[in-house]
């Protein structure tokens, strides 16, 4: 059965940044797109990037562009988020997911929460000013 495990949340202040690591165990597909979701109290839960493991290609939310970045280390089935700057708003319990299939050219690519198979548990970041 597959598993996410999510790892690196905590307290951070405006301005500062995490790491968000999503292991991938008992994970034998070939093609997929590993993303991260977050929800707010209160709030939908909202795509925040995704990436490709067919040809690397990623996308991000508009309201963490230039701020955000994924990255994927394949031989470890894991997934990364780098948060930079983070905001007040960034307040969140973020999750990963997976969906299997081979995805090419992400940029183009939206994929809401429904459409993922996998999900891990969640890990919350909390940003005080």
């Known amino acids: 059965e597959v598993q996410l495990v999510e790892s690196g949340g905590g307290l951070v202040q405006t301005g500062g940044s995490l790491r968000l690591s999503c292991a991938a165990l008992e994970f034998t597909f070939p093609n997929y797109a590993m993303c991260w979701f977050r929800q707010a109290p209160g709030n939908e839960r909202e795509g925040v990037s995704c990436?490709?493991?067919?040809?690397?290609?990623?996308n991000y939310a508009d309201s963490v562009k230039g701020r955000f970045t994924i990255s994927t280390d394949s031989a470890k089935n894991t997934v990364y988020l780098q948060m930079n700057n983070l905001k007040p708003e960034d307040t969140a319990v973020y999750y990963c997911a997976v969906k299997p299939g081979r995805f090419q050219g992400m940029g183009g690519i939206t994929l809401s929460y429904v459409a993922m198979d996998y999900w891990g548990k969640g890990t919350l970041i909390t940003v005080y000013s």
């Open positions: 990436i490709s493991s067919s040809d690397g290609s990623t």
